[in-house]
């Protein structure tokens, strides 16, 4: 165990790679260099409000015991060791090419292994301006902050590959934002997140140097990211190998996302791990009533393009245009293309799979496929809250023949007075859902239990943050350590207090449903 401020930070990304010296900080093109030296700009005053302790235990660090470590979590100490940067990388946003973004808001302070050979990424989000903050301000507000930090840790918890959060400070300072985008901008106040991960390379990290015709550069970056994130990868296919690896892992993640109930709201290719992780968490949401139509993000709403149920297909597009990047290192295109186009199956077998262990069944069959898809109809139809559904599903009394019984059974779920046709719809499902569960060669208990493992029964709604941010505005913090004491146990009935469906006032509300990526 080390303090932050003893820690020797590694640097290996800082000294493999071409990058600007300079620390000049005003926004600039960079070309040639894949990141440029940033120093975070001194707050006024670092306060700690939150810390993961289970993170800390994992990266071999002590709680921080004075002001100079949390001065360090939030960017104003930089112990001798570290050598911070920020990365450059561009991006395909909202689906059109959006040139060089680069972390105009994030900057890693260096690398840590620990004793067991792991190697993390610590990188402050909110540190004030690099080369990459174009006209902004390099800043966070707690609102935003919080956000990242708590969802990060429980998308952890319910077994969903992502990024990290160690910390959550204060700045002291304020921030002026727009939060509604009507014109309207007032200040909030600054927090930064020291999140942690092995590494925060996005596909636009490797979109960067090839759209500039930088070989070289992304030739070291490909290389390198191989040999160090994917070390069982080698010989002569190993470009190929690698994005089959990256397409799978990707896939995997939007069936776990599908599994919980994550609508990322921003899947720009800067916002795609080159790991398979969830990052950049901004305006998310998990659904509440099942809608695969549903955006969190305001500035989505036109074209609805990262819809929850668009997720899967916007990854394939994305991953395309990490083929496009790679591309000049092969010698044809054939065989990426093919490797893209196994993602189909790909997703669509880990998609039954996941659904098969949701509704309790033993190996998947057939028929099973139909089950599974009328599933998916009759929640579209009756759009029920899908985290409580599947959580009646799991208690459903299996000799239950009565019409009126059943639909009494999910009535906690539904958001609406259901028609006739919709009660029909749902009892006819469940009559063939409890068929095929008495066909099971597997034990009712085991069967519960993989449906218990599969479905998350607190899940941190929209709401429920937008009350924990309100009340840390007003100086408490208690529904804010409830909520992450909460997060830890997902698929416990420990803290069933936080297990309801979104409550009618926070239907319309901003921030309750949907959000701007005002952050
Ligand atoms: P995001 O939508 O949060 O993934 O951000 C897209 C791009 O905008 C990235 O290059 C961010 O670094 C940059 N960005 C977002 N907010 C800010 C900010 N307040 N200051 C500087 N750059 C920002
Ligand atoms: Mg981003």
Redesign the pocket.
């Given at each position: 165990m080390q303090t932050l401020s003893s820690i020797q930070f590694r640097n290996d990304f800082v000294s493999t790679f071409d990058g600007d010296q300079s620390g000049n900080l005003t926004p600039r093109q960079t070309p040639h260099v894949l990141y440029s030296k940033a120093t975070p700009t001194p707050v006024k005053k670092v306060t700690l409000l939150a810390w993961s302790d289970e993170l800390a235990k994992e990266l071999e660090i002590e709680n921080p015991t004075d002001q100079n470590d949390v001065d360090i979590l939030g960017g104003n100490i930089v112990t001798p060791s570290m050598q911070p940067y920020a990365a450059c990388y561009a991006g395909h946003q909202f689906g059109n090419w959006a040139g060089q973004?680069?972390?105009?808001?994030?900057i890693t302070l260096g690398e840590l292994r620990t004793s067991t050979g792991k190697v993390w990424e610590l990188q402050i989000k909110g540190p004030g301006p690099t080369a990459?903050?174009?006209r902004?301000?390099?800043?966070a507000v707690l609102r935003s902050s919080v956000r990242e930090y708590l969802m990060s840790e429980a998308m952890f918890h319910l077994g969903v590959p992502t990024t990290r959060a160690l910390s959550l400070v204060s700045t002291g300072d304020l921030v002026m934002r727009d939060m509604f985008y009507d014109g309207n901008p007032e200040f909030e106040p600054g927090a930064i997140v020291m999140r942690v991960s092995p590494s925060f390379l996005r596909f636009g990290n490797f979109e960067m140097p090839a759209a500039r015709g930088e070989i070289d550069n992304l030739k070291k970056l490909v290389d390198w990211t191989i040999e160090r994130y994917y070390p069982h990868i080698h010989g002569e296919d190993k470009i190929l190998t690698w994005y089959k690896e990256i397409v799978e892992r990707t896939a995997s993640l939007m069936v776990e996302w599908l599994r919980v109930g994550f609508v990322h709201g921003?899947m720009?290719t800067?916002?795609m791990s080159i790991l398979g992780l969830t990052i950049?968490y901004?305006p998310y949401s998990f659904v509440d009533d099942y809608d695969p139509t549903f955006t969190p993000n305001t500035t989505d709403l036109p074209g609805r393009r990262y819809a929850f149920g668009k997720q899967a297909s916007i990854a394939k597009w994305n991953l395309g245009c990490l083929g496009g990047a790679i591309a000049p290192l092969l010698p044809n295109t054939d065989e990426l293309v093919k490797v893209l186009d196994g993602y189909d199956d790909f997703f669509w077998n880990r998609f039954y799979i996941m659904m098969g262990s949701r509704i309790g069944l033993d190996d998947l069959k057939l028929d099973d496929v139909n089950l599974i898809n009328e599933f998916e109809k009759t929640l579209r139809m009756i759009k029920p809250d899908m985290t409580i559904f599947y959580q009646l599903l799991i208690d459903l009394p299996l000799n239950t023949d009565n019409k009126h019984d059943v639909v009494d059974h999910f009535k906690g779920s539904f958001y609406k007075e259901l028609s006739q046709m919709e009660v029909d719809t749902l009892y006819s499902l469940i009559k063939i859902y409890v068929e095929r569960i008495a066909s099971n060669t597997i034990s009712r208990e085991e069967s519960v239990m993989r449906m218990r493992k599969t479905n998350p029964r607190i899940i941190l709604r929209n709401y429920m943050l937008h009350q924990a941010i309100e009340d840390l505005e007003k100086g408490n913090d208690g529904l804010f350590v409830k909520l992450q004491e909460a997060m830890k146990e997902p698929y416990s009935k420990k803290f069933d207090e936080f297990f309801a469906k979104r409550p009618s006032w926070a239907t319309q509300k901003a921030g309750c449903s949907m959000l701007s990526?005002s952050?």
């Amino acid at each position: 165990m080390q303090t932050l401020s003893s820690i020797q930070f590694r640097n290996d990304f800082v000294s493999t790679f071409d990058g600007d010296q300079s620390g000049n900080l005003t926004p600039r093109q960079t070309p040639h260099v894949l990141y440029s030296k940033a120093t975070p700009t001194p707050v006024k005053k670092v306060t700690l409000l939150a810390w993961s302790d289970e993170l800390a235990k994992e990266l071999e660090i002590e709680n921080p015991t004075d002001q100079n470590d949390v001065d360090i979590l939030g960017g104003n100490i930089v112990t001798p060791s570290m050598q911070p940067y920020a990365a450059c990388y561009a991006g395909h946003q909202f689906g059109n090419w959006a040139g060089q973004l680069g972390d105009g808001r994030a900057i890693t302070l260096g690398e840590l292994r620990t004793s067991t050979g792991k190697v993390w990424e610590l990188q402050i989000k909110g540190p004030g301006p690099t080369a990459y903050s174009r006209r902004a301000d390099g800043r966070a507000v707690l609102r935003s902050s919080v956000r990242e930090y708590l969802m990060s840790e429980a998308m952890f918890h319910l077994g969903v590959p992502t990024t990290r959060a160690l910390s959550l400070v204060s700045t002291g300072d304020l921030v002026m934002r727009d939060m509604f985008y009507d014109g309207n901008p007032e200040f909030e106040p600054g927090a930064i997140v020291m999140r942690v991960s092995p590494s925060f390379l996005r596909f636009g990290n490797f979109e960067m140097p090839a759209a500039r015709g930088e070989i070289d550069n992304l030739k070291k970056l490909v290389d390198w990211t191989i040999e160090r994130y994917y070390p069982h990868i080698h010989g002569e296919d190993k470009i190929l190998t690698w994005y089959k690896e990256i397409v799978e892992r990707t896939a995997s993640l939007m069936v776990e996302w599908l599994r919980v109930g994550f609508v990322h709201g921003v899947m720009n290719t800067d916002n795609m791990s080159i790991l398979g992780l969830t990052i950049d968490y901004g305006p998310y949401s998990f659904v509440d009533d099942y809608d695969p139509t549903f955006t969190p993000n305001t500035t989505d709403l036109p074209g609805r393009r990262y819809a929850f149920g668009k997720q899967a297909s916007i990854a394939k597009w994305n991953l395309g245009c990490l083929g496009g990047a790679i591309a000049p290192l092969l010698p044809n295109t054939d065989e990426l293309v093919k490797v893209l186009d196994g993602y189909d199956d790909f997703f669509w077998n880990r998609f039954y799979i996941m659904m098969g262990s949701r509704i309790g069944l033993d190996d998947l069959k057939l028929d099973d496929v139909n089950l599974i898809n009328e599933f998916e109809k009759t929640l579209r139809m009756i759009k029920p809250d899908m985290t409580i559904f599947y959580q009646l599903l799991i208690d459903l009394p299996l000799n239950t023949d009565n019409k009126h019984d059943v639909v009494d059974h999910f009535k906690g779920s539904f958001y609406k007075e259901l028609s006739q046709m919709e009660v029909d719809t749902l009892y006819s499902l469940i009559k063939i859902y409890v068929e095929r569960i008495a066909s099971n060669t597997i034990s009712r208990e085991e069967s519960v239990m993989r449906m218990r493992k599969t479905n998350p029964r607190i899940i941190l709604r929209n709401y429920m943050l937008h009350q924990a941010i309100e009340d840390l505005e007003k100086g408490n913090d208690g529904l804010f350590v409830k909520l992450q004491e909460a997060m830890k146990e997902p698929y416990s009935k420990k803290f069933d207090e936080f297990f309801a469906k979104r409550p009618s006032w926070a239907t319309q509300k901003a921030g309750c449903s949907m959000l701007s990526c005002s952050s």
